[in-house]
């Protein structure tokens, strides 16, 4: 295995750079395993369950739907992981930057798992915890806004999957200012302008901060709005 990974893109950088050893491979190559594993156990533990249940005819047609969609869902999850772990296997002659996976499919490898998750745990919550009868105004007006609050939680763990997959953490590590200024000078430097908030390193990072910082004020918001 590790004479595969050495014709890698990333290997022929990290021998440029910085070398590696066997062991500091076997690191990076158990970390995988286990997680490619621990996947593919999980995914069993869906799918199986869910082939046999769509065979009950005491599960309604809503819920099998939604079984279905589970597995197709961790199917999904287990292709984009593949296809984010691929573009981090191709080369790229004319970058001078570290090999890494794409930002873009990292985010969306993290974002089909929270939905997934999020799916799932809305699912068993209503079989487990089923609403006995109508919501007061109050209550319907709070559980959108903690709706609104967990979409932008989801929103911010979609931004750190950008500063993850651009290594952006590394270009301000002081704070609450980067460097010394409040807002950096090279915040939008690339052409067209919607590239900086997924490829700008900068630009990713404030957001991250903006956006982590933002949804702190939204949870104690809905935290006051919550007490009696």
Same mark, same amino acid.
């Given at each position: 295995? $590790?004479?595969?990974?050495?014709?890698?893109?990333?290997?022929?950088?990290?021998?440029?750079?910085?070398?590696?050893?066997?062991?500091?491979?076997? $690191?990076? &190559?158990?970390?995988?395993?286990?997680?490619?594993?621990?996947?593919?156990?999980?995914?069993?533990?869906?799918?199986? %369950?869910?082939?046999? =249940?769509?065979?009950? %005819?005491?599960?309604?047609?809503?819920?099998?739907?939604?079984? #279905?969609?589970?597995?197709?869902?961790?199917?999904?999850?287990?292709?984009?992981?593949?296809?984010?772990?691929?573009?981090?296997?191709?080369?790229? %002659?004319?970058?001078?930057?570290?090999?890494?996976?794409?930002?873009?499919?990292? #985010?969306?490898?993290?974002?089909?798992?929270?939905? =997934?998750?999020?799916?799932? $745990?809305?699912?068993?919550?209503? !079989?487990?915890?089923?609403?006995?009868?109508? =919501?007061?105004?109050?209550?319907?007006?709070?559980?959108? &806004?903690?709706?609104?609050? #967990?979409?932008?939680?989801? =929103?911010?763990?979609?931004?750190?999957?950008?500063?993850?997959?651009?290594?952006?953490?590394?270009?301000?590590?002081?704070?609450?200012? $980067? #460097?010394?200024?409040?807002?950096?000078?090279?915040?939008?430097?690339?052409?067209?302008?919607?590239?900086?908030?997924?490829?700008?390193?900068?630009?990713?990072?404030?957001?991250?901060?903006?956006?982590?910082?933002?949804?702190?004020?939204? !949870?104690?918001?809905?935290?006051?709005?919550?007490? %009696?």
């Amino acid at each position: 295995e $590790f004479d595969k990974y050495k014709a890698s893109p990333q290997w022929k950088y990290q021998v440029v750079h910085s070398g590696m050893t066997l062991n500091e491979f076997k $690191f990076i &190559w158990y970390m995988e395993w286990g997680h490619r594993h621990l996947g593919r156990v999980i995914g069993a533990c869906v799918v199986f %369950p869910t082939l046999v =249940l769509l065979t009950r %005819p005491w599960i309604s047609n809503n819920l099998k739907l939604r079984l #279905a969609g589970f597995s197709s869902l961790v199917v999904f999850q287990g292709f984009l992981g593949w296809y984010m772990v691929k573009s981090g296997l191709e080369d790229n %002659p004319e970058s001078t930057d570290i090999p890494r996976v794409s930002q873009y499919r990292l #985010a969306s490898h993290l974002g089909s798992a929270f939905l =997934l998750y999020l799916t799932m $745990f809305k699912t068993s919550m209503e !079989i487990l915890l089923p609403v006995q009868h109508s =919501l007061s105004p109050a209550l319907q007006n709070l559980r959108r &806004w903690s709706g609104g609050v #967990a979409g932008f939680a989801f =929103l911010t763990a979609l931004s750190g999957a950008f500063v993850a997959g651009l290594d952006a953490g590394l270009v301000y590590n002081s704070f609450p200012k $980067f #460097a010394d200024r409040w807002i950096p000078s090279d915040l939008i430097v690339f052409s067209p302008y919607w590239k900086n908030f997924f490829e700008n390193t900068t630009t990713v990072q404030f957001d991250h901060r903006l956006l982590g910082h933002s949804l702190l004020v939204a !949870i104690c918001a809905v935290w006051v709005m919550s007490r %009696p």
